[in-house]
């Protein structure tokens, strides 16, 4: 065959193929993604954010987009009316002179804020410094206390409480002092020469009392804790780059893996006069996950502990009274799985403790159950059906009503959209104060009457009203945006899709994510970004100009980018939330797969035999899980910072979800143990500082897939913490797809 005609056979089956086949991946793509975020900036006018209300007032502060950039608004709901909250000029002319930064009025970089009409002032942050603006002379001063406040906030984020030892505790008579003295509990009068008393003998080095104590709000008691410590388990990071010195740094930090060792806590109870002690039965609180701080009722008749039994499968309420040192447990939460108590728990005692309003899953679904509190038993469950409850706001124990929020229970709507409740403690007159086919998020005023509603989703422009909090009746209308400018620009709204799960019943939701110049009659490849940590539920429902992790970014160059909440994550019921328990590396993969088979049935322009995912953190261990599992169906995968081998990770999160004790259950969801099954194009990222996810858990993956002889691309990225790999890591993983799905060789950086 020439080669004239062997060119016109190539060229007639690109052409068929679809049409500008090869115009994916370019460098016009390259340029159109990198833009995308300069191209819709101030295109959505009506956007709000940060409200918050006034002192006790019925005013709302809040900001919201303009076609100019950002305005700060007072909305008065008694008056029907909007002011600007200040003098924007003003404020931009003081912040520049005091920060040295030139300040855009038109886009003031404002976060966190505190108003007040009553003090005449503004408090917020900004340049990672705290500020004030007196709103009567305009002038702006740096907050100190606010700024040691945000610089203090930065701290390592695993570090666990530890007791110092020189602390004094006070009696609410101002009489006494407690104190830890050579391991034990002392006590001395704070005025007079009266000697110490030791209360305590049994202290030692490896058996102290805790010098963290509570007094009883009558002055005659007092509740400690004896700890039993455990050995630390420290992580070791290499800094390689330091900016300061040549040669690398050690960095260290506290961090507890799956299986260590805890310290073991054992509530002690002293009565002062009679110098009496009465321990809690260490058989009651028996191998502590957690022990939380004894809790005085007001009128010192007993305390409260908090007992989280290790492997989260026994959370109680226990009670030790103040006379007898009897104790008894008031609520005793089990099962068979594990308790969510790190997302789900709610606690709220009534009248100091009559009554107790807790969660439980305990029925299949999140609701709130009564307690009576001095007897322990179930007087009525207030909340009740197949949806859950997301969060109680308040709580009126003059009324006996609860607001909370919930989803799942407008019928027709997304079972993960948020509305707001009301209900009476016995579980009657429930009130929807929110019902829009959309997600609410409330700003209740301080007298919890009125409302600040923001509701949207990823599908529907976002309106601000203020309503009523017993009728839901909208007062007053805020904004509403207009996305029209953005529409105008090219922008695709996500769709939202749903469709059966594994089991052919179970509803999976999941948004699908276009190109601005997307074209039906070309086939595309797609990218799912995954996050599977059962600790929620992760797809967005709010609107957003740009989803998140990049994901709008990278369908520009071609793909088509999905987000999907398969079982085993959270905010469905209990039977969903299952599927993760000792099983991480299902990572909903059997729903995710279901769910782009439906999709690509519906829209045949989704090429499924070449498949990509990517990932963070739980989202690394899945993406790289992928590959392992589900080669037929995953074809490329960029894993970054994972935490691969769950015996490698923190210990709150992964006890959590994969329980205790270790057992082979941890191996068999491994992606070092299974990294001999790799199948596909594979890159990790890693950043050499991180103290979230040990690196090592990354590089113990690296060292199986070489020993296994299997073909990776890897990247540890110098001085990065946890991350999906900045800049660098973002434009590597695009060219990755880009490469291996598309077949294009990337432009050149």
Not at 287 to 298: E, G
Not at 398 to 424: C, H, V
Request: net charge neutral; proline share 4%.
């Amino acid at each position: 065959m020439n080669r004239s005609i062997l060119s016109l056979i190539v060229f007639l089956t690109v052409a068929l193929s679809g049409s500008n086949v090869l115009a994916q991946g370019t460098k016009e793509d390259y340029n159109r993604a990198n833009n995308l975020r300069e191209l819709i900036k101030g295109k959505t006018p009506g956007l709000t954010s940060n409200p918050i209300w006034i002192d006790s007032t019925h005013q709302a502060f809040y900001c919201v987009t303009t076609e100019k950039g950002k305005q700060f608004v007072i909305a008065d709901c008694s008056q029907q009316k909007k002011r600007p909250a200040f003098d924007h000029q003003q404020l931009a002319q003081q912040l520049s002179a005091s920060s040295g930064v030139q300040v855009d009025a038109e886009n003031l970089p404002l976060t966190q804020f505190s108003y007040s009409i009553e003090r005449k002032r503004l408090t917020f942050a900004a340049y990672e410094k705290g500020w004030d603006l007196d709103l009567s002379s305009g002038k702006v001063e740096e907050n100190k206390e606010f700024t040691a406040r945000l610089q203090n906030g930065r701290g390592y984020w695993g570090k666990r409480f530890k007791g110092a030892q020189d602390r004094k505790t006070f009696s609410p008579d101002s009489q006494w002092v407690a104190y830890i003295k050579n391991y034990n509990v002392y006590i001395q009068r704070r005025k007079g020469n009266d000697k110490e008393v030791q209360l305590s003998f049994d202290g030692s080095a490896g058996e102290y009392y805790d010098a963290w104590m509570a007094w009883s709000p009558d002055s005659k008691k007092l509740a400690a804790m004896k700890v039993r410590k455990n050995e630390d388990h420290t992580l070791y990071l290499i800094e390689s780059s330091p900016d300061e010195q040549l040669q690398p740094k050690l960095q260290t930090r506290d961090y507890l893996k799956p299986g260590d060792a805890l310290p073991q806590r054992t509530p002690t109870l002293f009565i002062v006069e009679e110098k009496k002690v009465m321990a809690m039965p260490a058989s009651l609180v028996e191998n502590q996950y957690d022990l939380s701080f004894p809790a005085w009722r007001k009128d010192s008749r007993s305390f409260t502990v908090e007992y989280n039994q290790r492997g989260h499968q026994r959370y109680q309420i226990i009670e030790m009274d103040a006379q007898t040192g009897v104790a008894r447990v008031l609520v005793n939460e089990q099962s068979k799985t594990f308790i969510d108590y790190s997302g789900k728990k709610y606690r709220y005692d009534v009248a100091d403790g009559k009554e107790i309003i807790w969660t439980s899953e305990r029925d299949g679904w999140n609701h709130l159950y009564l307690y009576d509190g001095l007897s322990g038993k179930i007087k009525n469950q207030i909340t009740k059906g197949e949806w859950v409850v997301r969060k109680v706001v308040h709580v009126d124990e003059k009324t006996r009503q609860i607001i909370f929020a919930a989803s799942g229970r407008e019928k027709g709507q997304d079972p993960y959209l948020i509305q707001y409740y009301r209900i009476n403690f016995d579980g009657t007159e429930l009130k929807a104060l929110t019902n829009e086919n959309a997600n609410h998020d409330a700003s209740f005023s301080p007298d919890h009457k009125l409302l600040v509603d923001q509701y949207s989703r990823v599908d529907l422009a976002p309106v601000t009203c203020i309503r009523h909090a017993v009728t839901g009746k909208v007062l007053m209308d805020l904004e509403r945006a207009d996305i029209r400018p953005l529409i105008a620009t090219g922008w695709k709204m996500p769709e939202v899709f749903t469709s059966k799960g594994r089991d052919g019943e179970t509803d999976i939701w999941g948004i699908i994510v276009r190109p601005t110049n997307f074209d039906p009659d070309k086939r595309y490849p797609v990218i799912e970004y995954i996050y599977a940590g059962p600790h929620s539920s992760f797809v967005p429902k709010s609107f957003q100009t740009l989803v998140p992790y990049g994901a709008q970014e990278l369908a520009e160059l071609g793909f088509i980018v999905v987000q999907i909440d398969g079982m085993g994550t959270s905010n469905r019921s209990k039977a969903f939330h299952d599927v993760c328990w000792k099983n991480l590396k299902d990572a909903g993969f059997p729903d995710r797969i279901a769910w782009m088979r439906a999709a690509a049935k519906k829209y045949p322009y989704l090429d499924l035999s070449r498949v990509g995912v990517y990932g963070t953190s739980a989202g690394g261990q899945s993406s790289a899980g992928a590959l392992l599992f589900h080669p037929e169906f995953y074809k490329v995968a960029v894993s970054s910072c994972g935490c691969h081998d769950n015996r490698m990770d923190k210990m709150w999160w992964n006890e959590q979800w994969m329980g205790y004790p270790i057992g082979p259950h941890y191996a068999e969801s491994s992606n070092v143990e299974n990294a001999y099954r790799l199948q596909g194009k594979l890159m990790l990222i890693v950043g050499e500082l991180d103290d979230n996810v040990d690196p090592s858990s990354t590089l113990q993956v690296v060292n199986a897939l070489i020993k296994a002889n299997k073909n990776f691309d890897f990247l540890m990225v110098p001085g990065m913490g946890h991350s999906s790999g900045g800049d660098f890591g973002e434009h590597k993983r695009r060219d990755y797809f880009v490469k291996h799905l598309l077949g294009v060789e990337p432009p050149a950086w």
